[in-house]
């Protein structure tokens, strides 16, 4: 976790920042019985409007790339989201990228972007948990404090970052752990191994179907069948403690593996990981894959990326083991 320090000192020319919008809370409004709000709903040109301070840092242009709540987000608004910060990012007009975000998945579609978008140049996503009329609304300060940092050019060859309550959070290590609190994330442990931009997406077409299952005691294996039945290649157990799974769905687990669809062990714990030779089963034997410090969110998506380039299960693991 890092502290976002205070303003550079700006004679030299203002780095460009292109403004990408997506939505979430920091879009959002109240809802017009005034019970509750709507994500996603005021424009980015609306936002920026509401702090004429950003320009005394940089000179930001913008675009709406789409305005939903981020429990709408999926793979294709990944990819193609990532597509764009790629190209914005390619050439010698932007300095950086900011993308406005809502908060509930911001930690996929940062981790997701840090590890398909490349170059030094500073991606930076920033929310906020209260709607834009609220009247302590938390976007402005947010908005101010990523276009900040991003001028301060201490991002720079950083990993995708994620802005929030004044602090930033690399995208291997934020999990949002509060659903209310304005200070609603934290930073866990990460995958020191993996590198910003080592998946090239570029001739991906669609990405491999990954699920998750949530263990519980006595948990059903209905969704497991669902997920072998309808053909997908992967499946996250986010386990109860060390990845450990109700017996019925661990039999079934190990089928699906014997048959070729990817298991990645994981925990609904919030913090220790899955580690394969600590706990009480043998990910080598069992043809299955332990998540490391990665929370299941975040191993659907280093898996989905792993099998875009191989499907050998040893192959699949030094990624987890990174
Ligand atoms: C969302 O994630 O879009 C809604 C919640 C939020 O932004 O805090």
Not at 232 to 247: I, K, P, R
Not at 258 to 285: C, H, W, Y
Not at 297 to 316: P, S, W
């Amino acid at each position: 976790m890092y502290l976002v320090c205070l303003p550079l000192c700006c004679s030299a020319a203002l780095p460009k920042i292109h403004i990408i919008a997506t939505g979430g809370t920091i879009a959002g409004r109240t809802a017009s019985d005034g019970k509750g709000y709507d994500a996603g709903q005021v424009g980015i040109d609306v936002l920026l409007d509401a702090v004429p301070r950003l320009k005394k840092y940089a000179e930001l242009d913008y675009e709406q790339f789409c305005n939903i709540g981020s429990q709408d987000m999926d793979e294709n608004v990944w990819m193609a989201l990532s597509r764009l910060v790629n190209e914005v990012l390619s050439g010698d007009v932007y300095d950086a990228v900011i993308i406005t975000h809502g908060t509930d998945t911001m930690e996929e579609t940062a981790f997701f972007l840090n590890l398909t978008v490349r170059g030094p140049k500073p991606v930076i996503l920033v929310g906020a948990m209260r709607p834009s009329d609220a009247p302590d609304a938390d976007g402005p300060a947010n908005l101010l404090a990523a276009v900040k940092a991003t001028a301060s050019r201490r991002c720079q060859g950083r990993e995708v970052l994620c802005c929030s309550a004044g602090k930033l959070y690399e995208a291997g290590r934020i999990f949002k752990y509060d659903s209310h609190a304005i200070e609603a994330f934290c930073s866990g442990n990460g995958l020191s191994g993996l590198r910003r931009g080592m998946f090239d997406i570029s001739s991906v077409g669609v990405l491999p179907k990954v699920g998750i299952i949530y263990g519980y005691a006595g948990c059903s294996t209905l969704p497991l069948r669902a997920f072998i039945d309808n053909g997908f290649d992967g499946v996250v157990l986010a386990g109860v403690g060390m990845g450990n799974f109700y017996g019925e769905v661990m039999d079934l687990a190990l089928k699906a593996a014997a048959g070729g669809m990817k298991i990645v062990r994981s925990t609904r714990v919030v913090s220790g990981g899955v580690f394969t030779p600590l706990g009480e089963v043998n990910d080598e034997q069992c043809g299955f894959i332990a998540a490391g410090p990665l929370n299941p969110q975040k191993a659907r998506i280093l898996l989905m990326l792993a099998l875009t380039r191989t499907d050998d299960t040893a192959a699949i693991r030094n990624y987890f083991a990174k």
